[in-house]
Every structure is written in structure tokens, then in C-alpha cells.
């Protein structure tokens, strides 16, 4: 996403990314009171709002995506277990049929 793209979304209230990458840093998206959004590295500021050139304006900052929590105890473990089992007993008669055409052509059949 160009700097332009990401000031126009804040200027716009539009939804913005939690965690961007700039120059090699990665700045987390925070809020002040009046609701302005502002990025920062630890205590480094991300001055978004002072960039005037175009140059820089058309820069590229990138999107670092949240991974979504997983909440383990509502996995279907039961599933899972099913599932793999299926897949190695297909696994099991992938191998068999392997070694039983080997066995074959090393007879000459």
C-alpha cells in the first residue's frame, strides 16, 4: 500500500492496518484521544501527516497481517484425528500398492 493510499484511508476513518513495515521497522498502529491514528516503534513516531513529497508519498509501507487466534478449545480435536486417520490409511494403501508393483516387476511379471 502507498503512504498516499494509507493518509487518505486515515483521513477518511477508514479502516487501516494494525502493523505496518516502513524503512525497515515495523510500527504498530495506536489511536490518541481525539481518535487520530499514529504509528509507532516503540516510542519512534511514524510522521505520516508531515510527508510532502511526492517521491515519498508514493512509497510502499507493508501491511503485516494480524494471524487470527485460534480458540483450542473450541477445535474439534475428534474431527482431526478422524481426518488423519483416513489420511494414513490411504497413506498405508498408497505404499502397499507401491511395493506390490515393485515386487511385480522385480519377478518379471
Do not use: C, R
Not at 505520516?48 to 478449545?73: G, K
Not at 483416513?86 to 519377478?107: S, T
Amino acid at each position: 500500500m502507498k503512504i498516499i493510499d494509507l493518509l487518505n484511508k486515515i483521513a477518511k476513518g477508514e479502516e487501516v492496518p494494525v502493523k505496518i513495515k516502513y524503512g525497515g521497522q515495523i510500527y504498530l498502529k495506536k489511536e490518541d484521544e481525539e481518535n487520530d491514528v499514529k504509528y509507532y516503534e516503540n516510542d519512534t513516531y511514524l510522521f505520516l501527516s508531515t510527508i510532502n513529497s511526492t517521491a515519498v508519498l508514493n512509497n510502499e509501507v507493508e501491511i503485516i497481517e494480524e494471524q487470527e487466534e485460534i480458540d483450542i478449545q473450541e477445535t474439534n480435536w475428534e474431527e482431526i484425528g478422524e481426518t488423519l486417520g483416513k489420511i494414513y490409511l490411504e497413506l498405508g494403501k498408497g505404499f502397499a500398492k507401491a511395493v506390490k508393483q515393485l515386487d511385480n516387476k522385480l519377478k518379471g511379471e
